[in-house]
């Protein structure tokens, strides 16, 4: 009766720690918005789809991607560890990464020296982390050792009684 209690248990530490796992890291789209920008326009900061605000509780990594047809114009991330998003020219597409990224983010499209009409397609996905989590993982890894010590526990005694009822004889 005790194996197999410890077996159910090990069944179960490991079902739940799999399970935890798996779905430990998530990634969701958060803005996806096409416009068109005329020349000498500006679009942002606060307009439709040009701000995010990350998880509160977790890690993020945001990764943006800029499709652009037609002209070019100047691209603006605000928040934290954007630096090297600040007015950069783009005439291309443009793939983007904040890693980490934490709190508020503002985008910003410039098109004020441009002379051309561009069309241009935003999305930014949102990569966390769940950290409640590591909760269930935790409790998945104590019933794996607990199935797992009570299982060698049983096979130990199994052995002593096997030996000594040889040695009886």
Same mark, same amino acid.
Request: proline share 7%; aromatic share 6%; no cysteine.
């Given at each position: 009766m005790k194996r197999l209690a410890g077996l159910v248990l090990l069944v179960l530490g490991i079902s739940l720690l799999l399970l935890s796992v798996l779905s430990f890291s998530r990634t969701d789209t958060v803005i996806e918005v096409s416009f068109v920008m005329k020349p000498?326009? !500006?679009y942002g900061?606060? *307009?439709n789809g040009t701000y995010h605000h990350t998880r509160v509780l977790g890690k993020s990594i945001l990764m943006g991607e800029l499709v652009v047809k037609g002209g070019s114009f100047n691209f603006t991330a605000n928040g934290y560890n954007t630096l090297h998003l !600040? *007015?950069?020219f783009i005439d291309q597409n443009y793939h983007f990464l904040i890693d980490p990224a =934490? =709190?508020?983010y503002t985008f910003t499209f410039d098109n004020s020296r441009g002379i051309d009409q561009c069309s241009i397609r935003f999305t930014l996905q949102e990569q966390w982390m769940n950290t409640f989590l590591l909760m269930p993982s935790f409790i998945g890894m104590l019933l794996m050792a607990i199935g797992i010590s009570i299982e060698l526990r049983q096979r130990r005694k199994g052995r002593r009684k096997v030996e000594y009822e040889y040695?009886?004889?």
């Open positions: 000498i326009e !500006k900061p606060y *307009n !600040k *007015n950069v =934490d =709190d508020l040695q009886a004889r």
